[in-house]
């Protein structure tokens, strides 16, 4: 059973074999260290619930271990035992962010108290923190929009593999939606109230990024002024998202194929490996294959990471969720706006849905949301981001002379003679430009 601990630190053994016996009694786990060097290292890699320590020890002392404690854990319960003579130090400590402070000699019952209301802090703090994260999950999850064929089959592989830890790998243009499909994985997933936490390997020095990941000891480089614990162990129970994996660097490639093949990590300036249990989510706008094949990226780092793999298409190859995907960014603003929603016309919805969509979601909800604040009670073409409108005033005639919206099946049709026109009537440049095959164009013109 790993139930979390009470550290004790305390430099006389007497008195930590007293307060273990005391602890045990009650069925703590007790673990204890004799200074306050050896309990930041204990600290750092074990589970523990709360840490009571002694003020004066020689070395670091108890107030300086707490700075160090809280700026590992900012949450960490840390309760300070002090001579009655200096109650000072106490309150000292106690704005320092010291959960509670016992005076020696103490009354057991006092102290055995006082570390159940820590324990039952923590406990409040987590449900806080798994509840904000469910209000989180349901907001997101209706946040979701993609009704063709594509977008519902990576919908179903989310369902299938949210509740395993298999590595996820997200391939996909800029804009896209790769994030959003990351965290609903985490969201959908009994990690869910563990944390999601997020790096992007293509923004930081390659040494910052290091750090970041696996972490580093107090001193092991200039600025390193503190113990850091790294993303790998702080996402743990949860996911850690690899933003633009095609970027890190090939040292760090190496690094973290090993940390993923032994499941534990080694900070920077440490020689102890320590365990990490985080589920990797990697995202790429790169085409990871062509990379490996480049010799950008590591093959077996790749295989590691691409257990199981979502590829996002771009949005101009899923016209058809665009209409819905416009209608939840106009609702969405109007929200944030605090404005009564408004309708699109046909023509502006015509021109978004015909955009040659470069930046995919993320350029359609700008589009959208600026059209949304230029526009009067309807959005109207005029709204639109002007290579939109321009680029609408170059496409073929959508609308019907009586007005009506063309059917999905009409507009192909008289986008493929307009090209045709275009061309001549040459069937090969038409093919090309239309991006389908020769005979698949002899075939649509046929029922044509
Ligand atoms: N299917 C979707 N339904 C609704 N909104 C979406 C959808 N996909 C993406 N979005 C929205 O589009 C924007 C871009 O999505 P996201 O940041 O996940 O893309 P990305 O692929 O990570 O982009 P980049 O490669 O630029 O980092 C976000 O605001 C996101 O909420
Ligand atoms: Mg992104």
């Excluded at 601990?5 to 009694?25: G, K, T």
């Excluded at 970041?212 to 129970?237: I, N, P, V, Y």
């Amino acid at each position: 059973m790993n139930q979390p601990a009470v550290l004790v630190v305390e430099d006389e053994e007497l008195m930590r074999r007293i307060l273990r016996q005391l602890l045990e009694a009650e069925n703590f786990r007790v673990l204890t260290a004799d200074s306050a060097e050896n309990a930041l290292e204990v600290f750092s890699t074990s589970d523990i619930a709360v840490v009571l320590t002694d003020i004066k020890m020689s070395g670091m002392d108890g107030i300086e271990m707490l700075d160090q404690i809280k700026s590992i854990d900012s949450e960490a319960l840390v309760i300070i035992m002090t001579a009655y003579s200096s109650v000072d130090s106490a309150i000292a400590a106690l704005r320092k962010g010291a959960y509670d402070y016992i005076t020696k000699p103490f009354v057991n019952e006092d102290l055995l108290q006082t570390i159940k209301n820590a324990i039952q802090t923590r406990e409040l703090f987590r449900e806080n923190r798994a509840l904000r994260r469910e209000l989180d999950n349901q907001y997101d999850f209706s946040e979701i929009i993609g009704t063709s064929a594509s977008l519902q089959n990576v919908f179903r592989v989310v369902e299938k593999v949210a509740d395993t830890s298999a590595a996820v790998l997200i391939q996909g243009e800029s804009g896209t939606g790769k994030e959003l499909i990351a965290k609903a994985i985490h969201f959908k997933s009994r990690r869910a109230t563990n944390p999601f936490l997020a790096v992007n390997c293509g923004a930081l020095p390659e040494s910052l990024l290091e750090s970041e990941l696996f972490g580093h000891t107090k001193g092991s480089f200039t600025g390193a002024s503190t113990d850091k614990k790294g993303l790998l162990r702080s996402a743990d129970g949860g996911t850690l998202f690899l933003d633009e994996i095609g970027e890190m660097p090939p040292t760090l490639q190496v690094k973290l194929l090993r940390a993923l093949q032994e499941q534990e990590v080694t900070p920077v300036g440490s020689s102890v490996a320590i365990k990490f249990n985080a589920r990797i989510i990697s995202a790429t706008n790169k085409n990871l294959e062509n990379e490996v094949a480049a010799n950008n990226f590591r093959e077996d780092l790749f295989y590691r990471l691409n257990v199981i793999e979502i590829s996002l298409p771009p949005l101009r190859e899923r016209r058809e969720d665009i209409p819905l995907l416009v209608k939840h960014f106009a609702s969405q603003i109007a929200r944030q706006q605090n404005k009564p929603e408004k309708l699109i016309t046909k023509e502006a919805l015509a021109a978004l849905i015909n955009f040659h969509w470069q930046g995919n979601i993320r350029e359609l909800q700008n589009a959208v949301e600026r059209a949304f604040i230029l526009s009067n009670e309807e959005i109207e073409t005029d709204n639109l981001p002007p290579k939109i409108k321009a680029s609408a005033q170059n496409n073929f005639e959508m609308n019907d002379p009586e007005g009506l919206r063309p059917t999905l099946e009409e507009m192909e049709r008289r986008y493929i003679l307009e090209i045709m026109d275009a061309v001549k009537e040459d069937k090969t440049d038409a093919a090309e430009i239309l991006g389908i095959d020769l005979s698949t164009l002899y075939r649509k013109l046929k029922r044509f």
